[in-house]
Every structure is written in C-alpha cells, then in structure tokens.
C-alpha cells in the first residue's frame, strides 16, 4: 500500500490502481483494523474503490506518526468486516424504466432479458458517493454494460435505478444524472430522520428484487407510514 499527503489534515492509502472485490476489501479490512486499533486522532475514514481516505486532528497527531502507525498495523482475519445483503425491491414497469427500451434494443436482447440479467445475482458495494446513500456497484454482467446517455437529464427522479458503463446503482436523491434508468424503488435510501440515515455500507451487498407497480404502491405507502422493514441477508 502507498501512503500519501493530501494535506495538514488529510491522507490516503492506496493500494492497486484498478477496481477488484480482493482489492476493495483490502481497504475495508485496513478500515476496520484502524478502527479497532488505538491510534488516536482519527475523525473521519472514508472507502473508495481501491483507497481509503483518512481524516485526522492535526493537533493530536499528524501526518508521520499517523503514517508509522499504518505502517505497524497487522491486518487479520477479525478485521473483516461482516457483510449485510440489502435485497432492494424495484419496479422495471412504466412510467420508471425511462431507459429499458433503448437499452434491449442496443444489447439486441428483450426487456424481459435485461431484467432477468440485473436482477440474477447480488452486487458488491465498492463505495458510496456522488450523493449521501448512492451506492457504486460492481459485478454487472457486461452483456448489458451500457455507456452513460450523451445527453443527461435535468433530474432523474428520486429512487431510480440505472446503468452506466459496467456499473449499476440507484440514485437515493433527485439529481441531475446520466445514467440510463431501467427502474425505481419505492425505498427511501437516505433518510436524515432515521438511524441509520443510510441502510449499507461500503463492503455490503445490494441484490435487486423485482415487483409490480401494485406492490410498489403497497411499499411505498408502508415506507411512508413508517412500517416498511427492509429485507436482508447476513454473511
């Protein structure tokens, strides 16, 4: 791994350039030995695909002391990290999958295949970022990998699930985006009102489930109500 200064109060470890579930779990490991370590000082971490950026008070430590004890840490086996499966419920039906024509088309497949395709297997949570909640995921079958839309949209609408290259993901918020949409969830992915604001985290996993519009409507009105429990899966 490569440490490097970022600034009075700020550095990164990086570790290969390229993104692989072995690497980013790297990271999430040397996170949780920091965290379960005694070095003091330490504010903020925050994942990313292969690097873990780390926040720290510079008047209890600073940048070669903090970069020692990195370098003295033992990462073992009880710094992994447990893995939570969140199974997202989805509507692929109009009037939410603005996309999922145009993709089948370009992949020469039927939306029903594309469906299938993306809702086959679980995806692994790289990071979050872009906007609190929105979830990086890899693991998408490259037979529907679609590039980003030339044009992107004013705002995609918030709960949206879309593709963009070899990556799917779901917009927690209303955003400008570019993402070719193929559905929406009626979850409420980041919630300041709730703990936590976010359900996953980087190192989780997100499996898609698909649902009609009348079970979208029901799941909705139970989130709404405060009744909605969201499904998972513990590893």
């Known amino acids: ?45 925050v994942i990313s695909y292969n690097t873990l950026v780390i926040y720290f008070d510079d008047t209890v430590t600073d940048h070669e002391t903090l970069s020692e004890s990195l370098q003295s840490l033992t990462l073992s086996s009880t710094d992994q990290q447990q893995t939570t499966t969140y199974v997202i419920p989805v509507c692929y039906e109009a009037p939410f999958n603005l996309d999922l024509d145009e993709m089948a088309s370009l992949h020469n497949k039927t939306t029903e295949e594309i469906i299938q395709i993306h809702t086959s297997k679980p995806y692994l949570i790289y990071m979050l970022g872009f906007m609190p909640g929105f979830p990086f995921l890899g693991g998408l079958d490259e037979s529907i990998a679609t590039p980003r839309k030339a044009s992107p949209r004013k705002e995609i609408p918030a709960g949206s699930v879309g593709i963009a290259n070899a990556q799917t993901g779901i917009y927690p918020l209303a955003s400008p985006g570019g993402w070719n949409i193929i559905g929406k969830t009626p979850l409420k992915l980041f919630d300041p009102k709730r703990d936590p604001e976010v359900y996953y985290e980087a190192g989780d996993y997100i499996k898609f489930k698909r649902i009609s519009k009348e079970e979208y409507d029901n799941i909705e009105q139970a989130v709404n109500n405060g009744t909605y429990e969201i499904e998972t899966e513990v590893q």
């Open 1 to 45: 791994m490569n440490i490097v200064n970022i600034n009075e109060n700020c550095m990164s470890v990086v570790f290969e350039e390229r993104i692989d579930p072995e690497i980013n779990a790297q990271v999430i490991q040397l996170k949780s030995a920091i965290q379960n370590s005694a070095i003091s000082g330490i504010l903020e971490l």
